[in-house]
């Protein structure tokens, strides 16, 4: 099996963020870079299935300036077999579909049998490239899957609802499957690993960029403010207001 993982460099939540001029984004020259939280848990998922079945390949896909091999080379260290860069040299992409439709563009020929992604990144937190991948390259596709039952002949994975309910499906291969953040342990890379990844295969193309369909207007702080009533009436008023207040206002009830 085929397996690709698509995997984001963001901003580690440790760094000190300051908005940028132009109020379009934060300031990325002090920041440290991180490979996103939740694609671990797809990097470490694609791994137990290549392991289950005893073959196949794992390839980590991630897109963004030549800072992101450094999220590549952590997936090849884990354990995966090569890494595609897809290099882009505009600044901070927003938009999931010309995200998902330059990720396609890259990887169309690869014709992977299956692909996952992190539940979200943690920077826009948009959580729609792995379902629009999915789409794009006529794939089945799930979501919140906090299980999988994949091997060569079936692919079964159990979803998360709400209210604490649970779905098991089974999707046509080829299959785009976004990944609960939790669903396994993942894995730290190990000395000989780190070592192997040095010499592992990463494919540089550029990147295509569609017409972007949504930006960021403006990045700001919100801004608080205090204010103080006194409240000095008789008590039955007294209770009445604080009620009140504590619906519309404060909204406890």
């Known amino acids: 099996m085929k397996i690709a993982v698509l995997v984001k460099q963001v901003i580690g939540s440790e760094s000190a963020l300051e908005i940028s001029d132009d109020?379009?984004?934060v300031k990325e020259e002090n920041a440290s870079f991180v490979m996103n939280p939740p694609d671990h848990y797809a990097i470490e998922e694609a791994l137990a299935i290549k392991e289950k079945i005893g073959e196949g390949e794992v390839v980590i896909v991630s897109q963004g300036p030549a800072r992101a091999q450094k999220v590549i080379r952590e997936g090849l260290a884990k354990g995966a077999d090569r890494g595609v860069h897809i290099e882009e040299s505009v600044g901070f992409q927003t938009d999931p579909l010309s995200i998902a439709k330059s990720l396609c563009s890259a990887i169309k020929d690869e014709?992977?049998?299956l692909i996952l992604t992190g539940l979200q990144s943690d920077d826009t937190g948009m959580g729609q490239t792995g379902v629009l991948?999915?789409?794009?390259?006529?794939?089945?596709t799930a979501t919140l899957a906090i299980e999988t039952d994949i091997d060569k002949e079936k692919i079964r994975v159990k979803r998360e609802l709400e209210s604490g309910w649970f779905q098991w499906v089974t999707l046509d291969s080829p299959s785009s499957i976004s990944i609960q953040s939790g669903i396994n342990q993942?894995?730290?890379p190990s000395l000989k690993g780190i070592m192997g990844a040095k010499k592992k295969e990463i494919k540089v193309?550029?990147?295509q960029s569609p017409d972007k369909k949504q930006s960021i207007d403006k990045v700001f702080i919100p801004q608080t403010s205090k204010e103080t009533e006194v409240i000095d009436t008789d008590l039955n008023s007294t209770v009445e207001r604080i009620v009140e207040i504590l619906k519309s206002e404060v909204k406890v009830f």
């Open 23 to 25: 109020s379009s984004w």
């Open 111 to 113: 014709n992977f049998d």
């Open 133 to 140: 991948v999915g789409e794009l390259l006529n794939m089945s």
């Open 186 to 188: 993942p894995r730290y």
């Open 205 to 207: 193309v550029p990147s």
